[in-house]
């Protein structure tokens, strides 16, 4: 009987020794996932800031467009002002007594 419940005490004894193991492991496990966590939670704020700054600069190209249609606009009215302006001078310069 002694021999019996020495063989249990053993088989218990190294059941604890194993769920002492595991729970190191598993607070190892736990320290990995939390750092894990934190780099995630890091990346999802510098996604969010990147989003930011890429909404931003969107805003700024269509603001660029914009200007950039109002300066053609700008120029293609010049450039008519021009062509007007050359109209009239090659009038005058064909009205004009030719001189021999």
């Known amino acids: 009987m002694r021999t019996t419940m020495r063989g ?6 190294a059941l604890r020794e194993t769920q002492l193991e595991h729970a190191q492991v598993l607070q190892t496990h ?14 999802a704020v510098g996604q969010h800031q990147l989003t930011e700054r890429v909404d931003a600069m969107a805003a700024g190209q269509d603001r660029l467009t914009e200007r950039v249609g109002g300066i053609e606009e700008g120029q293609t ?21 030719q001189e021999s």
Request: proline fraction near 2%; glycine fraction near 4%.
């Open 8 to 13: 249990h005490t053993q088989v218990l004894n």
């Open 30 to 43: 736990d320290r990995t996932l939390e750092q894990i966590a934190d780099v995630v939670g890091g990346l």
């Open 77 to 97: 009215a010049i450039l008519e002002h021009l062509r007007q302006q050359a109209a009239i001078l090659a009038r005058i310069d064909s009205e004009r007594p």
